[in-house]
């Protein structure tokens, strides 16, 4: 992987837009695809109501958004939601009149093609009270894990309480608790589930590491048996460590992240700790965040398909409001590049962002902020770019956009769709283009003979280190040269084709072609000009200052060596039309 990823454009997720919508949660689905829910206020008649909207692998919305409770009355808020190995999903959320006493966590579980399998049932057995602030995750027997915290369940303000259930929906077991100090509030918790099919619980707790709150986890087993005793995740103490975020890596451990006060110097700042298969401390608790003004907060985290991770949190903007920052980590857990803003132009009001891994490497990262009425869900997809090797290389992106580096060897670069940045190296390469937002980088001298193959109008004017163009395809483009020696070749089509300064080598190809050949071109050859039919070519002298028409030409300037017509534009100009006869040639081959 390389360093960097490219960030797709900023999209709003929601359509209806009127009042706020808010809460983003975002969930990775087995086909590549993803989901966004969201709480929106007013839209189902009833306070705020959960809604959702799919995305298939390459972006594109399927369907449209989509109500996901069943019971309206009152609010349903904090949307959360996890993709199955089936193919489906399931939000939960917390409803504000449906359990007969405060809040409750309900949920619904979606197929495939997100209908809806069976109805919405309530998570929680204990209703008395609020239950609230619901996290859910996937598990690896195909099942999931609810969690959320309870009002005075404990008997002592809140505790985290728990849910599992099978592949089928039916619950396993009873709700129980997560954390083993009930003394004061356990809160926010998140879950993460492990490749051995169990999971861990991460909450904060107040005073019980001394200093308002720390952040605390648990491990359980696939059956639901924790693994050793709660523990506490952040070594700093000194006032609060709050809010944190897990996520399960594919080594078998698992990254927590929280937001800790004063100690970046300044407020909040957004602090990491990983930790092995084992539940043990890989390293010490790490600084995500490089700038430190103001608060850095609000973190989330996700497991990367290199090994890595990547953190999302929103921070004190550089140029005013508030900014979506990510940092992306590799396998290591070194820091790969500097942090990132995901947001196109400062906000001044953002929730969450939440941070989803993707198939590909990449991310999608969500949030809640400015959309002109109030709030709405925006999101950015970030694609990872590719990497060749020291040796002849074959790389194609994806329908997104992307960075593609071919390194050394004689590498083939195909962006394939979106607007890509293709970038070569040493050796003999070849940059295949499709689209007007695609961009060739071949930066250095005597790094191989390169050729673009395009399916477009293309220019190597701005590629001085690019030899070769081809135009592919039917239709008719254009290509034209830079000021080195050129092997131009058209397609099927009527094509323009002028190689500008150097020696170039010139091919029509199929059909009707039109050659450019101007004062100051140096030495061009064009290899397959037709002077007969329908389909002949036209050499276009228009702008050759030494000819002024067809008996100058003729009488002056054109010469039969050989095989070959070699016209004298003088001053060193020379166009040479190969196999072909002078006696073949009159003035509608020519454009004066």
Known sequence: ?????????????????????????????????????????LQDGSGYGVYFQRYDKDGAAVGVETLANTTTTGSQISPVVTGLADGGFVIAWADSAADGDSYGIFQQRFDENASKLGAEIQVNTYTTLAQSEPAITALSGGGWVVSWESASQDTSSYGVYQQSFGADGTPIGSE??????????????????????????????????GSFYGVYMQRFAANGVAVGSETLVNTTTNDKQQDPSVTALADGGFVVVWDSNLQDGDLFGVYMQRYDRDGHPVGGET??????????????????????????????????????????????????????????????????????????????????????????????????????????????????????????????????????????????????VDAADDQVQETGAGQGRDTVKSAITFSLQTL?????????????????????????????????????????????GGKADTFV???????????????????????????????????????????????????????????????????????VDFIF
């Open 517 to 587: 050949f101007k004062t100051g071109w140096d030495h061009d050859s064009i290899v397959d000009f037709l002077t007969t039919g329908a389909k002949h070519d036209i050499v276009d002298l228009s702008a050759l200052a030494s000819v002024t028409g067809w008996k100058d030409l003729k009488n002056h300037h054109m010469s039969q060596v050989g095989k070959d017509v070699v016209i004298d534009g003088l001053n060193g100009d020379v166009l040479t039309l190969k196999h072909v006869q002078m006696t073949d040639l009159s003035a």
């Open 464 to 508: 001085a280190f690019v030899e070769n163009l081809t135009l592919t395809g039917t239709k008719s483009r254009n290509a034209t040269g830079n000021s080195g020696d050129n092997r131009i070749t058209g397609n099927e089509g009527k094509n323009r084709i002028d190689g500008r300064e150097g020696d170039d080598i010139l091919k029509g």
């Open 1 to 41: 992987m390389s360093s960097n990823a490219t960030a797709q454009n900023e999209t709003l997720v929601n359509t209806f837009t009127a009042n706020d919508q808010t809460m983003p949660a975002i969930a990775v689905l087995a086909d590549g695809g993803w989901v966004v829910a969201w709480a929106s206020d």
């Open 176 to 209: 129980t608790p997560v954390n083993t100090t009930t003394l004061s509030g356990q809160e926010n918790p998140d879950v993460a589930g492990l490749i051995d099919g169990g999971w861990v619980e991460v909450w904060m707790s107040y005073t019980q590491d």
């Open 287 to 432: 600084q995500v965040n490089l700038y430190e003004t103001g608060s850095q907060f609000a973190s989330d985290v996700a497991a990367l398909a290199d090994g890595g991770w990547v953190v999302s949190w929103t921070g004190l903007s550089f140029d005013g409001g508030f900014d979506v920052l990510v940092q992306r980590y590799d396998v290591h857990g070194n820091a790969v590049g500097g942090e990132t803003r995901v947001n196109a132009s400062p906000l001044s009001t953002v929730t969450r962002p939440q941070v989803e891994a993707r198939g590909d490497g990449g991310w999608v990262v969500s949030w809640a902020g400015d959309d002109g009425s109030s709030t709405g869900i925006h999101q950015r997809v970030f694609v990872p770019d590719i990497e060749g090797t020291a040796h002849g290389d074959k790389l194609s992106g994806t329908q997104f956009s992307e960075s593609i580096f071919g390194f050394g060897g004689n590498d083939i670069l195909d962006g394939r769709g979106g607007g890509d940045i293709l970038v070569g190296g040493f050796g003999n390469d070849t940059y295949v």
